[in-house]
């Protein structure tokens, strides 16, 4: 049935069931666009369309929502009738210039369904369930992350009471048929490293086999209340809003501990806009590079795409790119690093086991500057992917 579609490079014999049912709902997904609106309330048409990767296999990509008129109905229809038209529906998957050119979708979400965060009883980490059923495939946190990462992903505070922070799955403010995920603090607390600080992070660890290579694509919503920290009388030179470790320097059977922390900085004292920070740490704080980039302006208050790529290597071979598409704007390549992506003295690379792909941490001075002011960190996230280089 699969020639019958039309499509090309059909999945090897060998794939899964699952990869079966991934195709014909992305198949039926492709002929049931729904309307919408988007953030700004213009009427959008959201369709859900396959990327064919070179391997063969299927990966979803949703089209970057634009408002339907007159002048752009025609190449619509001719692309619902004629799906390997829709190329640029594949912009949303892992784009060329990258080093793999065979990808693997390991996970979607925008929230919607029953897309939940559940309150531990202890309170120190919460989990993040449920299905995205907008998404045909590979969308529910707990059964589709499971083959992936041998512990569920979970939402850490490591301390901290509700009155100071969470994260919930909230309707979007403005856009109520929208769902997000909102990270929100206010205080700090008794944390981990006998320090008094602000967390709220996804916990992606224990992934299986490691990651070599991978690319991650989120939504971005900085709340308004961010925009106070222009005026933050000191440097910002930490608030964290992702971080990757390769390997998690604080577990003792993974020796050369190493992290890439990406930030929102603020490089001197007086008022100015924020800026992007990444940098890479052998264990103990020792920083092994820095990007730098003094042109990219941080959005505030709107929506912004932002990818991360992470590859494996050493100075002449690892690669972190991150890149940010603000809405209705062009993308822009923030960071392009070529350097190493695991501790400059592992002997035995294996890849990357944990990293916290949404993050939201700070020092107490920081989030209290903010507090005072009857403000909280604040950020929305939403269309979350990830994928992985298959290697042969
Ligand atoms: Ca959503
Ligand atoms: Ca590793």
Redesign the pocket.
């Known amino acids: 049935m699969r020639a019958g579609t039309g499509l090309p490079h059909p999945p090897p014999a060998h794939e899964t069931r699952d990869r079966d049912a991934d195709f014909f709902a992305n198949f039926f997904a492709l002929r049931t666009p729904q309307w919408g609106r988007s953030r700004d309330g213009a009427p959008r048409l959201n369709l859900r369309l396959f990327s064919v990767v070179s391997d063969g296999s299927l990966a979803m990509a949703r089209a970057h929502p634009r408002p339907m008129n007159s002048r752009c109905l025609l190449p619509f229809i001719l692309g619902w009738v004629i799906p390997p038209l829709f190329a640029a529906a594949q912009a949303e998957a892992p784009p060329p210039g990258l080093s793999s050119a065979r990808w693997e979708l390991v996970f979607q979400s925008g929230f919607e369904g029953d897309s939940r965060v559940v309150q531990s009883d202890q309170g120190s980490s919460d989990q993040l369930v449920g299905r995205d059923p907008s998404l045909p495939s590979r969308s529910d946190w707990v059964a589709d992350l499971a083959p992936f990462a041998r512990t569920p992903l979970s939402i850490n505070y490591t301390g901290g009471t509700v009155e100071q922070r969470f994260a919930r799955v909230i309707a979007e403010p403005g856009r109520p048929e929208n769902h997000v995920l909102q990270f929100w603090a206010n205080d700090a607390w008794a944390a981990d490293e006998s320090s008094t600080k602000s967390r709220v992070q996804v916990d992606l660890y224990k992934i299986q086999g490691?990651l070599k290579e991978f690319y991650q694509s989120v939504s971005v919503f900085l709340h308004p209340d961010l925009a106070a920290l222009k005026s933050y009388p000191r440097r910002i030179s930490w608030l964290t809003i992702a971080e990757f470790w390769?390997?998690e320097w604080w577990v003792k059977t993974?020796p050369?501990g190493?992290r890439i922390t990406l930030g929102i900085g603020k490089p001197g004292t007086n008022p100015q806009d924020l800026v992007f920070t990444l940098n890479a740490e052998d264990a103990g704080f020792k920083e092994v590079w820095r990007g730098h980039n003094s042109t990219t302006k941080v959005p505030i208050g709107r929506w912004f795409t932002l990818e991360c790529y992470f590859k494996?290597g050493n100075a002449d071979h690892g690669r972190f790119l991150v890149a940010l598409t603000p809405e209705g704007e062009p993308r822009q390549v923030v960071f392009d690093v070529t350097h190493f992506t695991?501790h400059t003295r592992?002997p035995h690379?294996?890849?990357?086991?944990g990293y916290n792909p949404m993050k939201l941490y700070t020092s107490r001075e920081v989030v209290r500057f903010l507090r005072d002011q009857n403000k909280a960190l604040q950020i929305y996230w939403d269309d979350f992917r990830l994928w992985k280089a298959v290697t042969p």
């Open positions: 490691g390769n390997n993974e050369h190493f494996e695991h592992d690379p294996d890849g990357m086991t």
